[in-house]
């Protein structure tokens, strides 16, 4: 089952793509925020185009685990996106997502400027493969 995977920023929306077995996640591009509306027209597009099945977005909590004013927006945008698809759409904590993205990113050496270009599709693949992740191991074993 192929996922798409989204980190919601207030400017740009990271976006990553599992493969076609739901086991990996890999960064695929980035989207501009002008308007919620052409944004989520742009995933929709996304998802006719890779054949995706299911939309994960990392909802931004806490380090307590609380939702506070970034994760009311992000269900905003959630609702306005579950509007416009037939597929289900569901939440992952993305706690320290951003952060792991921008380590890695460093960790290769990569200049600020091009770092900044591609965080945000990174830690939407950070997101996603912690739900693939989660979901294969809730999965009955086919042994």
Do not use: C
């Amino acid at each position: 089952m192929r996922s798409l995977g989204l980190d919601i920023g207030e400017k740009r929306i990271g976006v990553a793509l599992s493969d076609s077995l739901g086991i990996m996640a890999g960064a695929l591009t980035v989207i501009e925020r002008a308007t919620d509306e052409a944004a989520v027209q742009q995933i929709v597009d996304l998802v006719l185009e890779n054949e995706v099945e299911r939309i994960v977005v990392g909802m931004p909590r806490s380090l307590d685990g609380s939702l506070g004013k970034q994760a009311q927006a992000v269900q905003s945008f959630v609702d306005l996106l579950k509007e416009n698809t037939d597929i289900p759409v569901v939440t992952w904590d993305e706690r320290l997502s951003t952060v792991a993205a921008e380590r890695a990113l460093l960790e290769t050496g990569m200049k600020r400027d091009k770092r900044k270009k591609h965080r945000d599709s990174l830690a939407a693949a950070f997101i996603l493969q912690g739900y693939l992740d989660r979901e294969k191991n809730r999965s009955p074993s086919k042994d």
